[in-house]
Nanobody
Framework: QVQLVESGGGLVQAGGSLRLSCAAS????????MAWFRQAPGKEREFVAA????????YYADSVKGRFTTSRDNAKNTVQLQMNSLKPEDTAVYYC????????????????????WGQGTQVTVSS
């Protein structure tokens, strides 16, 4: 497993932008599919975005498509989530996750049992 630490959360006005980062430990980062999830108060955790181990394939939830972009730097063991045109409904704790399976498996079947989670970072969007 990998250890994950998110950063970059904060308070932003609607229409603004934030960039989240997730730093991973371990020498096998480049073999993991990376994903972002979020959980708003009183709601279940939901999928936001995922990126393949090579960084060449990405998937997004419909609610963020066109506004959010995920990318990764395997040389630095980091994955980013650029969030633009933020809306109050984007308010949530954002988590990154590392999954040893393929990004396609994650997209169609969800996160695997061997996935690792970060501790989360709060994003608050004011109206």
């Amino acid at each position: 497993q990998v250890q994950l630490v998110e950063s970059g959360g904060g308070l932003v006005q609607a229409g603004g932008s934030l960039r989240l980062s997730c730093a991973a430990s371990g020498r096998t980062f480049s073999s993991y599919t990376m994903a972002w999830f979020r959980q708003a108060p009183g709601k279940e955790r939901e999928f936001v975005a995922a990126i393949s181990s090579s960084g060449t394939r990405t998937y997004y939830a419909d609610s963020v498509k066109g506004r959010f972009t995920t990318s990764r730097d395997n040389a630095k063991n980091t994955v980013q989530l650029q969030m633009n045109s933020l809306k109050p409904e984007d308010t949530a704790v954002y988590y990154c996750a590392a999954d040893p399976g393929t990004v396609e498996r994650l997209w169609y079947l969800g996160l695997g049992d061997n996935a690792s989670w970060g501790q989360g970072t709060q994003v608050t969007v004011s109206s």
